[in-house]
């Protein structure tokens, strides 16, 4: 039987009855309770609105008109999905970004199975890769693809984790400049071995790449130092090759290259060594964005949002997020309050932080 639990005590309710209006009365077996079982209905068109974000169902496959659809869901986008609360200390934390054309970016935190946090910021800064990982216990390792900052951040932040560059990104940043058809003999040679990276899974054969690509260096350093002259000036001959050896070059001085071989030795076990796991998340989120293309920027931020959170460990049934999960009025409040209190007793101006502006995604009027 779908018989309701206790709110107080959580045991079976039983039937007990009818009020003067004719509602089924329950009463709880244990406690003694009696209560009438309400529906919901703003929670049952939360669910519906969810299936439909993150399905690939368009509105007329959900056997409702557009005007009926709007009127049941468009409340729903005032809820903003806020990130639990994460108290596991994870081995392994991938972080990266994905960006909203040129004005917004939206930074997530994974895990191998579920999604940690999330962050809105205008940029891949220090300050917004610091503000997401405080949200996070230190990790023994992250994997990112080198995200302008995020080695700052964790420096500050997380400052005994270990850092793994991943090695895909790592290739195909030599690729973008040497391109996958080189004329020059000293390309070809260095796109091999920016090819060979992905082989190099255990210590023997990190040893070997690491090996070759020095001996590539220093057979080909006076070759890279060729300079011509052009109106004057010295201008380096070959520029694309000595951009495409820098970012090899950088990883191996900073020993963020093999650090999945490092962590295996030291502690056993396999270690990720690409940014696959959050990668594969966010190719399906640029999917969802792309079936509901033509939605406001302030709805892909928080469609984004939902797909993070129901992609969490434990994501609150509709009804209790409903309870708990702030809208955009209360947001205002909370910016109004923050705004409204006094400057620092120094006499310096408050400092500017990396976050979205507020008042960007607002306007002015009754309408969102």
């Known amino acids: 039987m779908n018989n309701p639990k206790c709110a107080l005590c959580g045991a079976k309710m039983r039937r007990n009855g009818s009020t003067s209006s004719g509602r089924q009365r329950w009463r709880c077996t244990v406690c003694g309770s009696s209560s009438v079982r309400r529906i919901d209905s703003r929670a049952k068109d939360l669910a519906f609105f969810l299936d439909w974000l993150l399905s690939k169902d368009s509105i007329a496959e959900k056997k409702v008109s557009r005007a009926t659809f709007w009127r049941r869901t468009s409340w729903i986008w005032e809820i903003w999905p806020i990130a639990p609360?994460?108290?596991?200390?994870?081995?392994?934390?991938?972080?990266?970004?994905?960006?909203?054309?040129?004005?917004?970016?939206?930074?997530?935190?994974?895990?191998?199975?579920?999604?940690?946090?999330?962050h809105l910021a205008q940029s891949e800064c220090a300050e917004a890769w610091a503000a997401l990982m405080m949200r996070i216990p230190a990790p023994s390792m992250l994997v990112s693809d080198g995200a302008r900052g995020l080695a700052k951040a964790a420096s500050a932040v997380w400052p005994a984790t270990r850092i793994q560059r991943c090695t895909f990104h790592a290739a195909s940043q030599v690729k973008r400049h040497t391109t996958l058809n080189p004329?020059?003999?000293?390309?070809?040679?260095?796109?091999g071995i920016a090819n060979r990276l992905k082989d190099a899974r255990d210590a023997d054969a990190a040893a070997a790449w690491?090996?070759?690509?020095?001996?590539?260096?220093?057979?080909?350093?006076h070759f890279l130092r060729e300079f011509t002259?052009?109106?004057?000036?010295?201008?380096?001959?070959?520029?694309?090759?000595?951009?495409?050896r820098?970012?090899?070059?950088?990883?191996?001085?900073?020993?963020?290259?093999f650090t999945f071989v490092e962590m295996g030795q030291e502690r056993g076990g396999a270690w990720d060594s690409t940014?696959?796991?959050?990668?594969?998340r966010n190719a399906r989120i640029r999917e969802m964005l792309r079936l509901h293309?033509?939605?406001?920027l302030i709805h892909r931020i928080k469609a984004i949002f939902w797909w993070c959170y129901m992609r969490t460990e434990a994501p609150l049934p509709p009804a209790e997020i409903l309870r708990v999960m702030p809208t955009d009025d209360q947001v205002d409040g909370l910016f109004a309050s923050a705004s409204s209190r006094g400057g620092r007793e120094d006499g310096v101006p408050e400092e500017y932080g990396s976050g979205i502006a507020w008042?960007?995604?607002?306007?002015?009027?009754?309408?969102?």
């Open 246 to 257: 820098r970012s090899p070059s950088k990883l191996v001085r900073s020993g963020q290259l």
């Open 85 to 118: 609360c994460v108290g596991e200390v994870f081995d392994v934390v991938f972080l990266d970004g994905i960006w909203l054309k040129r004005d917004a970016v939206v930074l997530i935190a994974c895990s191998r199975g579920h999604v940690l946090a999330w």
């Open 183 to 191: 004329k020059l003999e000293c390309g070809r040679e260095l796109l």
């Open 275 to 280: 940014n696959n796991a959050i990668e594969s």
């Open 293 to 296: 293309r033509g939605l406001p």
């Open 229 to 244: 002259l052009k109106d004057g000036k010295r201008l380096y001959t070959h520029e694309r090759l000595r951009r495409a």
């Open 359 to 368: 008042s960007e995604f607002h306007m002015p009027t009754e309408y969102r």
């Open 210 to 221: 690491l090996a070759d690509y020095s001996d590539w260096c220093t057979r080909w350093e």
